[in-house]
């Protein structure tokens, strides 16, 4: 079975994020980058799957900059077999990734996609689910266990209330939440066989893909500072302050 | 308490523009390095050293390694931390691709190794000591001991010691007494061997030891020294490790750092002898010692740069958080975050300076290392060989003292919380102390640099090294020019400090050795300003280009200029004290003291 992997390219989680002066976006330039610790998940997945013999073969796809290129190499250092890139200077909205991963799929063909449920600097979680609206293909979202038995996968997802087991037909897209796994360390002598796995670069156009933005952003700013905090004296006047101040309970 | 971030910005910069990637690039053996595979070995490394090796450090000082029945277990989490370190195969960082290993050169194992020191020094002893082995071997190991000993020792299965140092033979290796005799197609080896790092541990399936002894017949002193591997257990011919050889831990040294490292006392021999098979030739064994000794020099003093960074680090995050007293001149208002103090400042200052320059001087050694390793042309090759020869003795010494004075300043930052455990600042102190020691005194270091790299050779490459240094002062110009002029008056001390040791050297070696030191220092001083100046220079070009890391940029330059106002000015002090101090040394009486 083939599998198709998503990875983004986002700020690392260790850098701070700095929003841009003039309140256009945050600051990207210059900033260490790495994978979506989401998609870092689909991609164990995928590695999980190929070494219990169910996968044969896992592509992985990155939208965005030339960098991503890097990103890519990372999930075929992780055990991803090829990368594609679409190279675009555009920022990409959900529409537009969902648009061209439908494109890539339509070529492909894979019996599964695994994506991750959200990408840490944007966290739009919307992307699986457009995916599967454009191919009419069943969804199963923020997954934490996934077995595929011939032409349907059971699924485990976190739900608020506990966990929810369904079972989806496959070919159908599927979205990593945080407790899908653990991923692993990427090995030394895997960073260099990475280097000569087979990597595509492909712009939008080229799969009919109009990716230009729909949603404007207005202005993105700081949130306020945290004003100090209030010492009570005893539950009494909390449990009061919640009711009245917060209005929370 | 903060957790480790490897200055990956840094570290690149150094390595690319400061030391020259691209050259390393089209050595031959080296062609598949490039920026990109550099940048993907060091962010998956540095992952690794900040999510698995850091979180044991404090666990590690705290528990220390254990000993019971000859048998030293690790702190808690070492062995599994140890297991995932093999299976991700660092530790064939540099070792020969024949037998395993990646073979990526020093410019680019060296920084590895930096992170793996800066996030837990005691554990990165074992893999280091693994990979002096391995250079031992490369050399000087046969065929078949290759075939045997280097697959396992290159993907970690098994560990390396070095067996020098006993009771009577530390610095002077030439006192050695451990007794090797011959039997068959091995030795039989008996003798006690102190202070041996990870000499028995619970982390590997085998120790490999290398051992000093000396054969029956052997002449007295240095050339009568020969090199022994002893495993711990015999390899079978299948090799699997076999029947427990005659060997073994009797105790470990409660120190005053790098708790999680064992330092054994090992005994050789008590049941009859040790079984041992000779390295090369019989009586050469300090002489091999000597053909690995710029590689485990080079570790260690990357080793300081790496505990001083984490000290660095450590201490900055503390400055961000810890409120104390207002800002000068303000008699109320909010107190401040001690960061806001002109003197913490200055202490975090002369951290950061000396930290960049001391990482810009160990890579340049790498990218030194590597050339004379692997330049096609002869006479290139000598002349790499010889510059990395001058500056092994600097790196090494210079990088652990400083790493002990910034790992002091890293304590006294966090004021009266840096003397109490508790923060951590202190485990950096004391586990820093032992870097001037090891792998030879800075003394011995000193020795080396006046006697056989600047003394025998009249100065030759010391001078040679000089003239590089005036160019980059030189090329100092327009809004560097300030950093050139200091830099040139530092480079004057250090070239008429050179002159004298040559011009003494012969007349007087005494004084020599007297002032070693101050001149080691001098040199390491004066060489740090060198590697700022050119930063600065690479700085003030990169920062021009479009999309460029203004900040960072910006950043170097102030360093470098830090650096000019509060360190080079030392030299001159150093200068001083080399032309004219060696008297007053050695002037008093035994009985004086
Ligand atoms: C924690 C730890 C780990 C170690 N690991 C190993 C290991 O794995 N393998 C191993 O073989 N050894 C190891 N050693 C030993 C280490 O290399 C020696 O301690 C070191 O070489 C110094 O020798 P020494 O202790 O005998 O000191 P000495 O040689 O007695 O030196 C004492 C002092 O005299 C000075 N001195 C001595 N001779 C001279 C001279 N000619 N000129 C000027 N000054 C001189 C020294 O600089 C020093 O200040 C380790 C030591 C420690 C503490
Ligand atoms: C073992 C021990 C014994 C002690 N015994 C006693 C005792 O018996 N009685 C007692 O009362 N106290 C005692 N102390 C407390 C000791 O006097 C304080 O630790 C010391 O005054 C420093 O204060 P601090 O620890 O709060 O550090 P901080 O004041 O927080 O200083 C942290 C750092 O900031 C710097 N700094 C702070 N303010 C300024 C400024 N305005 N300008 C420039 N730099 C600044 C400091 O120099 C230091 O490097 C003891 C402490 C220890 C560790």
Redo the contacts with the bound molecule.
């Keep these: 079975m083939k599998v198709l992997v998503t990875a983004k390219r986002v700020i690392d989680p260790y850098v701070k994020v700095r929003v841009k002066s003039d309140g256009t976006g945050v600051e990207t330039a210059n900033v260490k980058m790495t994978i979506n610790p989401f998609c870092e998940i689909a991609v164990e997945q995928a590695v999980r799957m190929k070494e219990a013999g169910i996968v044969t073969e896992i592509v992985v796809v990155s939208i965005g900059p030339l960098q991503c290129q890097e990103t890519i190499r990372t999930a075929m250092a992780m055990g991803a077999d090829r990368g594609i890139l679409v190279e675009t200077a555009e920022e990409v909205q959900p529409l537009a990734v969902a648009k061209v991963l439908k494109a890539i799929v339509e070529k492909e063909q894979p019996r599964l996609v695994i994506m991750g449920k959200q990408a840490i600097d944007d966290d739009s979680n919307q992307c699986g689910q457009m995916l599967a609206a454009l191919l009419g293909w069943p969804q199963a979202t923020h997954i934490s266990n996934v077995t595929v038995n011939g032409d349907s996968a059971e699924i485990t997802r976190e739900i608020d209330g506990g966990l929810e087991k369904l079972t989806v037909k496959v070919p159908a897209v599927v979205t990593a939440d945080l407790r899908l796994n653990e991923p692993r360390y990427v090995t030394l002598p895997n960073i260099m066989k990475a280097k000569k796995k087979p990597l595509e670069n492909i712009k939008p156009d080229a799969l009919g893909v109009d990716v230009k933005p729909r949603l404007k952003t207005l202005k993105v700013e700081e949130p306020a500072k945290r004003s100090a905090g209030v010492k009570v004296a005893d539950v009494q006047e909390l449990v009061a302050k919640l009711k009245n101040e917060a209005r929370v309970i | 308490m903060s957790s480790y971030v490897a200055p990956l910005k840094d570290m690149l910069f150094v390595i690319n523009e400061l030391a020259g990637l691209d050259d390393i690039s089209k050595l031959p053996g080296c062609e598949e390095v490039n920026a990109e595979l550099v940048e993907a070995v060091l962010g998956e490394a540095a992952k690794f050293a900040q999510e698995v090796l850091e979180p044991l450090n404090r666990v590690g000082d705290k528990e220390g390694s254990k000993l019971a029945n000859h048998v030293v277990t690790s702190p808690a989490g070492f062995k599994a931390a140890y297991q995932q370190f093999r299976e991700a195969g660092w530790n064939g960082l540099g070792g020969m691709t024949e037998y395993g290993g990646q073979g990526l050169p020093h410019l680019v194992s060296n920084p590895v190794q930096e992170m793996w020191n800066s996030s837990n020094m005691a554990f990165c002893l074992c893999p280091m000591l693994t990979s002096g082995v391995l250079e031992a071997m490369r050399h000087h190991g046969s065929p078949e001991q290759l075939q045997r000993y280097v697959p396992k020792l290159t993907s970690g299965e098994w560990s390396g010691t070095m067996n020098l140092t006993e009771p009577q033979a530390g610095s002077d290796l030439a006192a050695v007494r451990t007794k090797a005799v011959p039997e068959g197609d091995h030795y039989k080896i008996s003798g006690t061997k102190i202070f041996i790092t990870w000499g028995e541990h619970d982390m590997a399936d085998n120790i490999v030891h290398l051992v000093l002894a000396r054969l029956p017949d052997a002449p007295e002193g240095v050339k009568g020294i020969s090199l022994f591997i002893v495993p711990k257990f015999l390899p079978n011919a299948d090799g699997s490790p076999g029947e427990r050889n005659d060997v073994k831990c009797v105790s470990i040294e409660h120190k005053l750092g790098i708790h999680a490292s064992p330092t054994c006392v090992m005994q050789y021999g008590d049941a009859g002898g040790a079984v041992g098979y000779l390295v090369g030739e019989a009586n050469r064994g300090l002489e091999y010692m000597f053909t690995m000794m710029n590689h485990a020099r080079l570790g260690v003093g990357l080793e300081g740069v790496a505990v001083a960074e984490r000290a660095y680090q450590h201490a900055l995050e503390y400055a961000k958080t810890?409120v104390?007293?207002r800002e000068v001149g303000q008699r109320s208002g909010d107190r401040v975050t001690?960061i806001h103090?002109?003197?913490?400042r200055r202490?975090l200052m002369h951290m950061k300076s000396q930290i960049e320059a001391m990482r810009a001087l160990a890579y340049l050694s790498a990218a030194t290392l590597d050339k004379a390793k692997h330049h096609p042309d002869a006479a290139e090759k000598r002349r790499h060989q010889a510059v990395i020869d001058l500056l092994i003795p600097v790196v090494k010494a210079w990088c652990t003292e400083q790493c002990v004075e910034i790992a002091s300043t890293g304590v006294?930052?966090?004021?009266?919380?840096g003397?109490?455990e508790e923060t951590g600042a202190a485990q950096y102190l004391r586990d820093a102390r032992i870097t001037t020691i090891y792998e030879g005194t800075t003394g011995i270091q000193a020795n080396d640099l006046v006697g056989r790299k600047v003394g025998y050779e009249k100065g030759v490459t010391a001078m040679a090294v000089i003239a590089q240094m005036r160019e980059t002062a030189a090329a100092s110009t327009g809004d560097l020019s300030a950093i050139g002029q200091a830099l040139s008056r530092a480079i004057d001390a250090l070239q008429e400090a050179t002159q004298w040791i040559v011009d003494t050297f012969q007349k007087n070696p005494n004084a020599v050795y007297a002032v070693a030191v101050p001149y080691l220092k001098l040199f390491g001083t004066v060489g740090g300003g060198w590697m700022m100046a050119r930063a600065a220079q690479i700085a003030q070009c990169k920062r021009a280009e479009p999309g460029a890391d203004v900040g960072f940029y910006d950043t170097k330059v102030t360093t470098a200029r830090f650096y000019c106002e509060h360190i080079l000015p030392q030299a001159a002090g150093f200068r001083q004290t080399v032309v004219a101090g060696a008297d007053s040394v050695l002037a008093l009486s035994e009985a004086q003291f």
């Design positions: 810890r104390q007293g001690i103090h002109p003197d913490v202490m006294q930052i966090h004021g009266g919380m003397f109490v």
